[in-house]
């Protein structure tokens, strides 16, 4: 599972047909201590995240496992609104 800030949404009129009435949002990931990291990411909106809000999502086969995602083209989907993060002293 990869943490991730929504920070955007992409529109495509045009897109394969299994994806018509899918949220598409561009995510940032980060670490457990609110720092961004990585690259951003477009991912399958499957909770009615939005943008500012931290986020949990799945890639790979696990993406298409996600509700509603099976047999769809996606790499990338949105399965948590994360509440909080509680990292321990040691970290």
Known sequence: MILARIVGTVVATRKDPRLVSNKLLVARPMDPHGKSEGNYLV????VDAGVGETVLIVSGS???MAFGMKDCPVD?????????VEV???D
């Open 43 to 46: 991912a399958v909106d499957t």
């Open 62 to 64: 696990s993406a298409r």
């Open 76 to 84: 990338a989907a949105i399965v948590g609104i994360v509440d909080a």
């Open 88 to 90: 321990g002293a040691g």
